[in-house]
């Protein structure tokens, strides 16, 4: 079995989830706090799993949300987007939702 070359480093494939992640933020809305949460490498060395976090401002209805007591106080909600970097290109090739 060969192993895959893996040409774009991990420090510029984050650079490169986050950068895309920005370009959504017209269709995303407005998010603050972006941070770094995981990094994996797929299991056949072809892609960088990036998870980056945001916090988005909380549009809960209180008369919708049964738990809005409990997030009362709470205007921002965690957010985050797992995207998938080709390791050998450097292209972004997904973004997904991630569940805490």
């Known amino acids: 079995?060969?192993?895959v070359e893996i040409r774009y480093d991990v420090r510029a494939a984050v650079?490169?989830?986050?950068?895309y992640l920005?370009?959504?933020k017209d269709l995303?809305?407005?998010?603050e706090n972006l941070r770094l949460e995981e990094i994996e490498?797929?299991?056949d060395r072809k892609y960088w799993l990036i998870t980056l976090g945001f916090d988005i401002t909380n549009q809960s209805d209180p008369?919708?949300?049964p738990l809005f007591p409990v997030l009362e106080?709470?205007?921002?909600?965690?957010?985050?987007?797992?995207?998938?970097i080709d390791t050998f290109?450097?292209?972004?090739?997904?973004m997904k939702i991630r569940k805490p």
């Open 73 to 84: 106080g709470s205007d921002r909600e965690r957010q985050y987007k797992l995207i998938k």
């Open 28 to 31: 995303l809305g407005s998010f």
């Open 63 to 65: 008369d919708e949300n």
């Open 22 to 24: 920005k370009s959504f």
């Open 15 to 19: 650079r490169t989830a986050a950068e």
């Open 89 to 94: 290109s450097g292209q972004p090739q997904s």
């Open 1 to 3: 079995m060969s192993q």
């Open 41 to 43: 490498l797929s299991e």
